[in-house]
């Protein structure tokens, strides 16, 4: 009688079988998870009301992203509470409908804060990943809380981190519109994002990359529509995708942004009080799509966050970071690749 050992031929064959079976068994859900997803955004000829209420017929007519996936704090699971949006476009901008279930809706966190806080509030978040381009490197982030604050970011480059917490330029402020409202049934976002806050391909038929995001903030909670995993920390290759939109055309990108200041002060030294009246304009203007042109008249750096008074006792001289938006806008390209 021949008895085989466990690493002779038969053996090795059995084992490889059942390590791959294993093996398939195990990884398959991660797999089907990380699939790109697909939405289709459905052109409208009468845009939706932008106040929290999802009850226009029009949003019935959108397409549904559902089936949010956990980022944290289970990469595997799916998401506690279901999440709804619908995706809707006309000639001017895109709009977004989030309906975001709660059994506990007395419970959703609300907490009030200045524009831009992104998730240092206590309060539960929306947000939005778009990139127009779908490169993989360029997106802006759209976010709401649950009390309305407004938060947005130009992201250039890796997207690690969640909400606030990644790369990008938080000083840039696009002009949209939200809303929100807290209903029985969980919470509602409503958001307009006009194209001349996005920048996309001149072609006729567009597909953007997105993603839809949702924090639960008294579980510390947060999920994503497209299966993100954490262990990557690069947010924009794990996009979806929104189809349907076509004949929108890139608006001309040009703005404006004037200013008028005026200062009285008393400095100590000299009798009296000084005043003094500024005026200017910063001026942007898109020459294609990869150019901008930024002009400045006059500037005004009243309002830019001082510099630090420090007694220096070291023999090395101190640092000061650059605060002045006009001079910090746009330096996150110089990181990429780590060329700089």
């Not at 955004?41 to 845009?47: C, I, L």
Request: hydrophobic content about 35%; charged content about 20%; some cysteine.
């Amino acid at each position: 009688m021949k008895v085989y050992s466990f690493f002779s031929d038969t053996g090795k064959f059995r084992f490889c079988l059942i390590f791959t079976l294993l093996f398939f068994s195990v990884v398959q859900p991660a797999f089907s998870q990380t699939a790109r997803k697909e939405v289709r955004a459905v052109r409208t000829g009468s845009p939706p009301v932008i106040n929290g209420d999802l009850s226009d017929p029009v949003w019935q007519k959108a397409g549904a992203a559902t089936d949010f996936y956990q980022h944290e704090p289970h990469n595997d699971r799916t998401a506690s509470f279901p999440t709804t949006v619908r995706i809707l476009y006309d000639d001017n901008a895109v709009y977004i409908g989030a309906k975001m279930v709660d059994p506990s809706p007395d419970s959703i966190l609300t907490e009030l804060g200045l524009r831009n806080s992104g998730n240092s509030l206590n309060a539960d978040l929306f947000w939005m990943d778009i990139s127009p381009f779908d490169d993989g490197q360029n997106a802006f982030t759209f976010m709401v809380s649950s009390s309305g604050v407004q938060t947005d970011i130009n992201i250039s480059g890796n997207a690690g981190g969640r909400g606030f917490g990644r790369r990008g330029d938080r000083n840039w402020d696009a002009v949209w519109e939200s809303a929100v409202s807290i209903t029985e049934n969980g919470w509602i976002v409503e958001m307009a994002i006009p194209y001349s806050a996005l920048r996309f391909p001149n072609r006729q038929v567009q597909e953007w990359g997105v993603n839809f995001w949702r924090e639960i903030r008294r579980y510390r909670e947060t999920s994503s529509w497209n299966f993100v995993d954490r262990r990557l920390d690069d947010n924009l290759s794990s996009l979806g995708l929104i189809t349907g939109i076509a004949g929108i055309e890139p608006p001309t990108r040009l703005s404006f942004y004037p200013y008028v200041s005026a200062y009285l002060e008393n400095d100590g030294v000299y009798s009296g009080w000084g005043n003094s009246i500024n005026g200017g304009m910063d001026v942007k203007y898109g020459i294609s799509e990869s150019f901008t042109m930024d002009m400045t008249l006059i500037p005004d750096f009243g309002q830019v966050q001082t510099d630090e008074k420090v007694l220096n006792l070291s023999p090395y001289e101190i640092r000061y970071d650059e605060n002045r938006q006009f001079f910090t806008e746009g330096t996150e390209l110089f990181g990429k690749a780590d060329l700089f």
